[in-house]
């Protein structure tokens, strides 16, 4: 089993759609991050988040720490939004500091 | 405002011949980390840093070197490239590690033929 799981693993959405995306983990974290990556290839951060809710524009990313589930919803989704969207969560991994364990991504196609 | 800038954008190498992949980040972050991204899998941790002449490795390493003598750059070398180290290969740095904002770079398509 994977550490960290998203679905689905493609979406199609017409312009003005909610849009959620899902991520499940299951280890033990102290922040799941949101990353964004254009089909140019460039990874940004769009959320780190360790409780609750976290909302950027038109953007909105919960977390439930006991279910071990976080999600990732656009409003009002626009082709500008088409992108893959992957979740990361902190593991440790040999020493202290630990790193990102990466879910294999949401890839996101907003038709107009 | 540079952020973390990493070259080469694309590269295409002979079997056998190296090469270094080079990454700078001008935020005075103490960590940084090397990942390779191939098709159907969630990007995968090479080797990292947590901070000038500490490096070590992730759950790929094999065939991969790096140092860190500066805070500001963590170059990737490839010894003897193959086939198999086909990807596209990402920098990324935080502040203080995977609990912190991570930043990354545009990313190099390696090809090994």
């Known amino acids: 089993k994977n550490e960290v799981e998203q679905s689905p693993q493609n979406l199609t959405a017409q312009e003005g759609e909610f849009i959620t995306i899902n991520c499940s983990y299951s280890v033990g974290i102290s922040a799941l991050h949101w990353l964004q990556q254009h089909p140019g290839g460039g990874i940004v951060s769009l959320f780190m988040?360790?409780?609750g809710k976290k909302k950027h524009g038109r953007l909105i990313a919960t977390i439930n720490i006991q279910e071990k589930h976080s999600s990732l919803h656009i409003t009002a989704s626009h082709p500008r939004d088409s992108a893959v969207y992957i979740c990361?969560?902190?593991?440790?991994?040999?020493?202290?500091?630990?790193?990102?364990?990466f879910g294999k991504g949401t890839k996101l196609s907003v038709k107009p | 405002n540079a952020g973390v800038t990493q070259t080469p954008k694309f590269q295409v190498l002979k079997t056998g011949q190296s090469m270094t992949l080079q990454c700078a980040q001008d935020m005075n972050h103490e960590y940084m980390s090397w990942y390779r991204q191939d098709p159907g899998m969630g990007l995968r941790l090479i080797h990292y840093s947590v901070g000038a002449g500490i490096t070590d490795q992730g759950e790929v390493p094999n065939g991969y070197n790096v140092s860190r003598s500066t805070t500001e750059d963590f170059p990737l070398r490839l010894l003897s490239a193959a086939p198999s180290q086909t990807s596209v290969y990402f920098c990324?740095?935080?502040?203080?590690?995977?609990?912190?904002?991570?930043?990354f770079g545009q990313g190099t398509r390696l090809t090994v033929v």
């Open positions: 990361a969560s902190p593991r440790n991994y040999g020493g202290s500091q630990g790193n990102l364990i």
């Open positions: 988040l360790s409780s």
């Open positions: 990324a740095s935080s502040l203080q590690g995977p609990n912190t904002e991570a930043f």
